[in-house]
């Protein structure tokens, strides 16, 4: 299918004239899935839009909380930043109305110059009634972003500080702060956080991809941070050797290499009320360098058992074709994107029954 100016002009019509974001790839209206979307699974969609009219934003909150309603999503994890009174109790009654739930991404306070702003937007999740808000504490990917351990150690530790200033601040106001495995620590070292702040308002945002990356196995970094659940990143991965290492692409759910039903069922069992959310980014496959000295700079305690462990996996799930995005037109991109979504949504709401 190709995306004409046609359609992106009949798709604006219908956003201007009613709020709703009908689905490029079914006329159909989707049947519902308890599973929400990170904002991150449209940017694509988002930038298609802006082409055409560039001052409306997919990503302000009810905008793409109605959107992800439209493609039968159970809810959304948006920024939300600091909305006033009128603006809150319209996200909050639409919510509501359609029983669809809400996840905050919040930035930790950085220092104590920004607690007024960190705790303004914990002020609004809380009013909006957010089931957590998402928050990372360490830049980019720890074999890529850091060059030595002491470098790692140093933005680790200015990690555990910002939490340790958000901590009054979420108790305060009883919002729950899921941190997420975002390559960043291995998950002993994110379990030792949490066991270090004490917190029954710091948690995790589990993701079940990431870990794999820092040669955790899938399902052990899901049954780790399973107890301290606030949210969940639910996404599959494609696998694929290459001489230093590793491919890994995000892929939709059911098609990639992990037992996501086993991951579920285990975060249901530990959380039962935890709502998932699908974090999918179109995109190229992510290079794992893991064969490579520059790689184990930052990690030179890993046992070699899990790195055993993770290349025999990848060898055993590798596959022969990886999603190429980068080199697609923009409409194509768009295409791949929304079509990933639909197709992880059916398969949660009839494999994975959330």
């Known amino acids: 299918m190709t995306i004409t100016r046609r359609d992106t ?4 019509t219908g956003v201007w004239a009613t709020g709703s974001f009908p689905g490029l790839l ?6 519902r899935t308890g599973m929400g979307l990170v904002l991150y699974c449209c940017g694509y969609r988002r930038r298609w839009i802006q082409r055409e009219k560039p001052d409306f934003d997919l990503f302000e909150p009810l905008t793409f909380l109605k959107h992800c309603e439209s493609l039968g999503a159970g809810g959304m994890q948006a920024k939300l930043g600091v909305i006033n009174n009128a603006g809150v109790r319209q996200l909050r009654e639409y919510a509501e109305s359609r029983n669809l739930f809400i996840d905050a991404i919040v930035s ?20 909006v009634v957010v089931q957590a808000a998402r928050t990372t504490i360490i830049p980019g990917r720890r074999y890529e972003r850091f060059k030595t351990l002491a ?9 555990r500080q910002m939490l340790e200033r958000a901590a009054p601040i979420v108790e305060k106001h009883r919002v729950p702060f899921a941190v997420e495995n975002h390559k960043d620590q291995r998950i002993d070292e994110r379990v030792a956080l949490f066991k270090h702040l004490s917190s029954e308002f710091i948690g995790a945002c589990v993701d079940t991809g990431n870990s794999f990356a820092l040669l955790d196995g899938a399902q052990e970094a899901v049954e780790a941070l399973a107890p301290f659940a606030f949210t969940v990143h639910l996404k599959d991965q494609a696998l694929q050797a290459y001489d230093d290492g590793f491919l890994l692409g995000d892929i939709p759910l059911g098609q990639g290499s992990f037992d996501l039903k086993q991951m579920v069922d285990t975060l249901k069992k530990v959380k039962p009320g935890v709502r998932f ?19 184990w700079d930052t990690l030179p305690n890993v046992p070699a058992r899990d790195l055993a462990r993770t290349m025999r996996f990848v ?16 409409e194509k991109q768009v295409k791949l994107e929304e079509s990933n979504v639909f197709a992880s949504l059916k398969y949660a709401r009839e494999q994975l029954k959330i």
Not at 26 to 31: G, V
Not at 151 to 159: A, D, I, L, V
């Open 9 to 12: 002009l009949r798709l604006l």
């Open 26 to 31: 079914s006329a159909e209206s989707p049947k």
């Open 108 to 127: 930790p306070p950085k220092d104590a110059g920004d607690l007024s702003r960190f705790e303004a937007e914990i002020k609004t999740a809380r009013a």
């Open 151 to 159: 470098e790692f150690r140093e933005f680790e530790k200015r990690g």
């Open 277 to 295: 959310v699908l974090e999918l980014i179109t995109r190229d496959a992510l290079k794992v360098p893991c064969l490579t000295d520059e790689f």
């Open 315 to 330: 060898r055993q799930h590798s596959v022969k074709h990886l999603q190429q995005v980068s080199s697609l037109p923009l």
